[in-house]
């Protein structure tokens, strides 16, 4: 008794260690990116950092296009995979036939577990060469390829997310909305939809925030060209982005260096701009859900 | 304020009596189903039948006596209740051979996901047990008592959701029965069954009282009436009424107990 | 609800537009849908088509088991193969006593208070950093703070933290999603909480789980940032000895040859790109067979 009871104690007290473990990581990463990353603000002068040339061999460490890059193709990105991902969403969890909903959940999940490294690859072996054939641009690597391939890749994000948030709508709603008369399409967008808003929203900050995030597709289709996106024509020229140039550069830059320093600090702005985005998508779903616990009692 | 028990009356004052409960209050932190200074005496060898309208406080009741409660967001217990003697509230109690010493059967066939046979050994192997032997004697002896032994003795490794709702319940009571409690707790043990299988239920409960302490809620007054040795009337959290079993549904002394065992409210 | 959903649908506006014209409505409605839906799918089966048949004609025996010369202009990519194993083998050993742990604990011990609130938060964090800014962190942290140089150690550390918060989500959905009975069933037999965990709770969360761990693996093998600083070489033409060693894997790689290495032979790049395909795609098969085939066995 006493030694099953010892067995118990430990391994109970093993499990709460784990579960404080994410709050350990976090904090971690947090320490680490500063640790490499404060001493930037220190070494540069902050205006430096607010104007429009990104060109660390001289000194110039004006982060304003690398944001412009990523914002740039981020804008792009979302505004090709939002409508489409919530329509497919809609259309796996409202209209397909049981048949097609089980060849199509999968075939997304495909998608999503498809690495970046190899979503480049497609674009600049297919996607560029195209993109400069058919619109007669000097070259394939743009942020609109950027923008085209990173949608791909937020989508089944999206999809997923949102599909389970539609799926979570009790069908009363639907049966009600049926039984007034209404047809199956004005149901959706009236009744369906909107019940599943939130979860939907939360779909959509989280395929953004995957967007924002993503490096190697990026870093090999954009062209990787510092320049700060002035307009829309910018979409069809090469951009850089934050995540481009953290990885792209780290692996040349000394250790300690003013530009080490510097690509920490993009870093953290990364990690703040990640926080953001994800908590404001889960405060979203939290207060959702109390909304419709209380209703729902 | 702590009631004294109601006394049983002089022709039972030779019963042995397996559990005394004194001033049994409970409340949940929503403040539903709570009790109210409960005092009863639960006798051995007996069918003490728990009856009245939802939300009296049985299921409370049952829950306490084997600590189920401490599951539930219970905030404040006071009172005691006394299983031979020894308060089953005291926090120095070991829960844990409390409730091998209290069996329970839940309301819903609750059947684990495992074979026939597994459920029932399931609660030896929480205990350590391990000798095969004594494991297919226990898997036979608890069938038998719940009378199901007939209808499953040759699929004992089949998975238990293959059973009926009745069968499962019935499998449910063996699984109670294997590891030889004394006390057997009860929650609306028939409730969704069939009749065919209600009558098995009570059948083995007559059966089994010959050796157990039974305290039963029961899903229906007709069954209270059917089964009771002793039987007590809770109404809002408190207990009304408490006597030996015709009685009580014959010639109740208080007029909310008359007006439910005839129908006027429930 | 009922007010709301009259005030849309409008009694007047329905009854005045007929019905054949909300039908035809609807008719355009689905089929734009179902165009978007195809519009989603079809690229991932041209992709998958298209780097098959490019591909395959590359994958030899010498191919899967050569070490790489000339540059890795050619011979094998054996110890990309390898290094994407350990790297998946070290990320999982860490991970998913981690995750399933943390995950055993918010869904069967954690208690509903500002603690627990506060892990949330931070899972939800984790689970969306970049995934270079992980590569940052574990250059930071394992490579240069703990001295273990770019090895395997640093990569599989770095990958384990990165895949963790998907564990921790994916098993305690499959944790919760064990009916409650069962436990307060074990408990009422006399069972301890750690009892019914493990005998009862975690057997039939284990698909789910095993589900979510495999879709996590399968992220982490495909990840490249997370192992440009930490672990990855450019050209190694040796096997890794130690975790203590650098090591090539077949992101990494992939994306070197596609971009660094002039006159890279296509077909080899081709190959490259089949192999890592086909084990991403092989861990998303089996997850998926492990869960409908769970979900045709489940006995509740």
Same mark, same amino acid.
């Given at each position: 008794m006493r030694a099953r009871n010892f %067995?118990? #104690?430990?391994?109970?007290?093993?499990?709460k260690a784990t579960g404080y473990s994410a709050? #350990?990581? #976090?904090t971690m990463i947090f320490i680490f990116l500063l640790r490499e990353g404060s001493p930037a603000l220190t070494e540069v002068k902050f205006s430096n950092f607010f104007q429009l040339r990104w060109y660390p061999i001289e000194d110039y460490f004006g982060i304003l296009p690398?944001?412009?890059g990523s914002l740039l193709v981020t804008l792009g990105a979302a505004l090709f995979a939002v409508p489409l991902g919530i329509a497919s969403a809609v259309f796996i969890a409202e209209i397909a036939p049981r048949w097609a909903r089980e060849v199509l959940k999968p075939l997304v999940e495909v998608l999503g577990g498809l690495p970046s490294v190899m979503l480049g690859f497609i674009g600049i072996l297919i996607?560029? *060469?195209a993109m400069r054939t058919l619109l007669n641009i000097p070259?394939?690597?743009?942020?609109?390829t950027g923008a085209l391939l990173l949608g791909g890749m937020a989508i089944p994000t999206i999809v997923s997310v949102a599909e389970d948030a539609l799926d979570a709508v009790p069908n009363t709603y639907r049966d009600a909305s049926l039984a007034m008369g209404a047809t199956r399409w004005q149901t959706i967008w009236r009744v369906t939809l909107p019940a599943a808003r939130s979860g939907v929203l939360t779909a959509v900050m989280l395929g953004i925030g995957r967007a924002i995030g993503e490096t190697m597709t990026v870093m090999m289709v954009t062209g990787n060209a510092p320049v700060f996106p002035t307009g829309l024509s910018n979409l069809f020229k090469p951009v850089r982005t934050m995540t481009a140039t953290i990885a792209a550069e780290m692996g040349e830059v000394a250790n300690g260096s003013v530009h080490y320093h510097v690509l920490f600090y993009i870093g953290i702005v990364l990690f703040v701009i990640s926080l953001i985005v994800n908590l404001t998508a889960a405060s979203v779903v939290f207060r959702q859900r109390k909304r419709a616990e209380r209703i729902l009692s | 304020m702590v009631n004294a028990a109601p006394a049983l009356p002089v022709d039972h004052a030779d019963r042995v009596i397996k559990i005394k409960i004194e001033g049994l209050s409970v409340s949940y932190s929503d403040g539903t189903e709570s009790l109210s200074g409960i005092s009863l005496l639960i006798p051995d060898r007996a069918i003490t039948v728990l009856f009245g309208p939802a939300g009296g406080g049985k299921s409370t009741l049952l829950r306490t006596i084997n600590r189920l409660n401490d599951l539930a967001d219970v905030v404040e217990v006071r009172g005691r209740v006394l299983l031979d003697g020894e308060d089953v509230l005291s926090p120095k109690t070991d829960v844990i051979s409390l409730r091998r010493k209290v069996g329970m059967v839940f309301a819903r066939p609750v059947v684990l996901p495992m074979s026939i046979r597994r459920n029932l050994t399931y609660g030896l192997e929480l205990s350590g047990d391990r000798d095969?032997?004594?494991?297919?004697?226990a898997v036979e002896r608890s069938l038998r008592a719940a009378a199901l032994w007939d209808e499953v003795q040759d699929r004992l490794d089949e998975p238990a959701v293959s059973l009926s709702g009745g069968q499962q319940q019935r499998l449910c009571l063996a699984r109670a029965l294997v590891l030889q409690p004394e006390v057997i707790l009860l929650d609306e043990p028939t409730s969704g069954l069939d009749p065919i299988s209600t009558g098995k239920v009570e059948t083995s409960l007559t059966q089994l009282k010959q050796d157990y302490t039974i305290v039963l809620v029961p899903h229906s007054v007709q069954q209270a009436a059917r089964t009771a040795d002793y039987a007590a009337f809770f109404? %809002? %959290?408190?207990?009304?009424e408490y006597s030996p079993g015709r009685q009580i549904f014959t010639n109740p002394t208080d007029q909310r107990t008359e007006d439910y065992v005839e129908g006027r409210f429930g | 609800m009922t007010a709301d959903m009259n005030a849309s649908l409008g009694p007047q506006k329905t009854a005045g537009v007929s019905a054949s014209r909300r039908k035809r409505i609807e008719r355009l409605g689905f089929a734009g849908m179902s165009l978007a839906a195809l519009l989603t799918v079809a690229p991932i089966v041209l992709i998958v088509v298209h780097i098959y048949s490019n591909g395959l004609p590359a994958i030899s025996w010498e191919f899967l088991t050569a070490i790489p010369r000339d540059g890795m202009r050619a011979g094998g990519i054996l110890p990309a193969i390898v290094g994407t194993f350990w790297l998946t083998l070290g990320t999982a050993v860490i991970a998913v006593p981690l995750g399933v742990g943390a995950a055993i604990y918010l869904a069967e011990y954690a208690a509903d208070n500002r603690w627990t609130r506060t892990i949330r938060i931070a899972i939800i964090n984790l689970a969306g950093i970049p995934s270079v800014v992980y590569g940052l962190f574990g250059l930071g942290l394992f490579v240069l703070f703990l001295q273990f140089g770019t090895s395997l150690l640093a990569g599989s550390l770095t990958l384990a933290i990165m895949t963790i918060p998907v564990i921790i989500s994916t098993a305690e959905e499959a944790l919760r999603a064990v009916p409650n009975s069962f436990r307060v069933v074990s408990v009422s037999l006399g069972g301890t909480q750690w009892q019914t965990i493990r005998k009862v709770v975690l057997p039939q969360a284990l698909p789910g789980i095993l589900t979510g761990v495999i879709l996590g693996l399968e992220r982490a093998a495909g990840e490249t940032a997370p192992i440009l600083f930490t672990v990855a070489a450019f050209f190694l033409p040796r096997l890794p000895h130690?975790?203590?060693?650098?090591?090539?894997?077949? *992101?990494?790689?992939?994306? #070197?040859?596609?971009?660094q290495v002039p006159g890279m032979p296509i077909r080899i790049q081709y190959g490259t790109a089949v192999v890592l395909l086909t084990f991403v795609l092989g861990m998303n098969v089996i997850a998926t067979i492990i869960r409908s085939r769970a979900r045709a066995r489940r006995q509740w």
């Open positions: %067995g118990e #104690v430990l391994i109970t007290a093993l499990i709050i #350990v990581f #976090v690398l944001i412009g996607i560029a *060469p070259t394939g690597l743009t942020a609109f | 095969e032997t004594s494991m297919d004697e109404l %809002g %959290g408190e207990l009304i | 130690s975790i203590f060693d650098a090591s090539m894997a077949l *992101p990494y790689h992939l994306f #070197v040859i596609s971009t």
